[in-house]
């Protein structure tokens, strides 16, 4: 059996697969309440020094956090509800939420952003999870910059390039960006200097994700109810020499010094502790549900 071969005309190179103008809706951002929530004020080039000084700003005036989830709430992600949310309502968020808001600020002050997912390394003690962070690759003049304000404590306090090996010390704060072998190849490695050793915290490729991609992670994450996010209360917020995480009704205080804290609180006294270490306030009838959803956590 003989087949006849025919000649296929030559293919023009492909253009642009996804032609998006504005793929996190910056558009949609209310920029001066933004401005005005973070306390950021002036010119603000898109320069890696105003992409450090809009990380830190964000990270000291909005907390990482999930209550909504504890009120049993849904998590939009438009830009409009998570300025509504995080900006004007003044509370904090997860992932998806922070660094969703941090793109499409980061995208309205003219920086190219994309983003990413990460495989937390925290606790799994070598075993593989699936990428359920969120976090972002920022360009700048000096190079291509990891930002990322939705780690909650042990993560970054300011943007650190893409170099290989890149160790700093933030605010006091450790923190070391490397290679690593992964599943298909070489992965970004971060890590946190804590109690003498470098301890993972996350590793990831710089395969881009977009908008549409968080939403079906941030699905898993609020709803599955193995997910870390729905048995639980917790709160986190760093800073330059302090940080404070708060799982259920444990408070603890880390210090660059070496020196921590650990307080048990009593169920109805974590939403006082929402409101005056982490800003969260919340109304008669959400404080009325927090106590009694932890309190459930703490009898499971």
């Known amino acids: 059996m003989t087949f006849e071969t025919h000649a296929l005309p030559a293919a023009a190179a492909p253009g642009p697969l996804f032609t998006e103008a504005d793929p996190w809706s910056a558009a949609e951002l209310d920029l001066d309440a933004y401005l005005a929530r973070t306390g950021l004020a002036g010119d603000l080039p898109p320069t890696a020094p105003t992409l450090r000084a809009v990380q830190r700003a964000h990270l000291a005036a909005i907390p990482f956090e999930n209550v909504e989830l504890v009120l049993e709430r849904p998590l939009p992600l438009d830009v409009p509800a998570l300025v509504d949310k995080m900006v004007r309502r003044r509370r904090g968020g997860y992932c998806y939420e922070q ?3 941090l793109a499409a600020v980061l995208s309205r002050l003219g920086f190219s952003v994309t983003g990413l997912a990460a495989r937390v390394l925290v606790g799994a003690q070598g075993h593989l999870r699936p990428a359920t962070h969120a976090l972002l690759r920022v360009e700048t003049e000096q190079g291509p910059h990891l930002a990322d304000v939705g780690f909650g404590g042990g993560g970054l306090l300011e943007p650190i390039p893409f170099e290989d090996g890149r160790q700093e010390v933030q605010g006091g704060w450790g923190v070391r960006l490397d290679r690593a072998p992964g599943l298909g190849g070489p992965e970004w490695l971060l890590r946190s200097f804590t109690d003498g050793e470098w301890e993972p915290q996350y590793a990831f490729t710089t395969a881009g994700q977009a908008r549409a991609d968080y939403a079906i992670f941030s699905h898993y994450l609020a709803s599955h109810p193995r997910s870390p996010f729905r048995g639980r209360l917790t709160a986190q917020r760093i800073g330059p020499g302090v940080r404070h995480r708060l799982a259920d009704a444990t408070l603890v205080t880390d210090r660059t010094d070496g020196t921590a804290e650990r307080r048990e609180l ?21 404080q009325e549900i927090v106590v009694r959803r932890v309190s459930a956590f703490l009898n499971m």
Do not use: C, K
Not at 266 to 286: K, M, N, S, Y
């Open 99 to 101: 660094n969703l808001l």
């Open 266 to 286: 009593a169920a109805e006294e974590v939403p006082g502790v929402l409101d005056g270490v982490f800003g969260i306030g919340l109304d008669a009838r959400e």
